[in-house]
């Protein structure tokens, strides 16, 4: 089973700051790996998949990049309606098997 | 605009059964895997199982294997999970995701989620 590791676990960002988010794999999963944010109360949003390249929709403030087992989510200028918990996501077992990360709360500093 | 809404959650006791359903619309629905994810309150996110377009391919997390499947209507747009053998453990918003392909995919739409409480 592939285990997913982020870091850290809490990231505390001033409005307009840059944002690093960082997702491990236990195994290479390849390109195979997703970013979702989600807010209070609401469902996910994937954000990125195939580690960079944005859902639709999503503003060009969040990139990713990696490849492997090491990922990076960054948001180049945190807006108010950015702080969320962010989780990664591999999606390359088969037979089909998805790990989520434990997420990474960004916060206002 | 795609929808996707879970129904079937509730209360019920340490092992007994439930199913959940999910009914979708807005997208051509046998073009596309789905999957069921779960949030156990103030925890991460979990994945629970998924399902192809066809059925033919067909995956569970260990938590829930043995106990859970998962299954497709495409003629009535909807997935189902039937639980089985329910646990405390399994106490979760329920969420419906459709992938953006085939099964080996990022997930790009979520329900609401349907609450499912074990507890005697």
Known sequence: ?109 | EVQLVESGGGLVQPGRSLRLSCAASGFTFDDYAMHWVRQAPGKGLEWVSGISWNSGSIGYADSVKGRFTISRDNAKNSLYLQMNSLRAEDTALYYCAKAQGEILTGFDYWGQGTLVTVSS
């Not at chain 1, 840059?18 to 236990?26: D, G, P, W």
């Not at chain 1, 954000?47 to 403030?61: H, N, V």
């Not at chain 1, 969040?62 to 807006?79: C, P, V």
């Open chain 1, 1 to 109: 089973e592939i285990v997913m590791t982020q870091s850290p676990a809490t990231l505390s960002v001033s409005p307009g700051e840059r944002a690093t988010l960082s997702c491990r794999a236990s195994q290479s999963v390849s390109s195979n790996l997703a970013w979702y944010q989600q807010k209070p109360g609401q469902a996910p949003r994937l954000l990125i998949y195939g580690a960079s390249t944005r859902a639709t929709g999503i503003p060009a403030r969040f990139s990713g990049s990696g490849s492997g087992t090491e990922f990076t989510l960054t948001i180049s200028s945190l807006q108010s309606e950015d702080f969320a918990v962010y989780y990664c996501q591999q999606y390359n077992n088969w037979p089909p098997l998805f790990t989520f990360g434990p997420g990474t709360k960004v916060d206002i500093k």
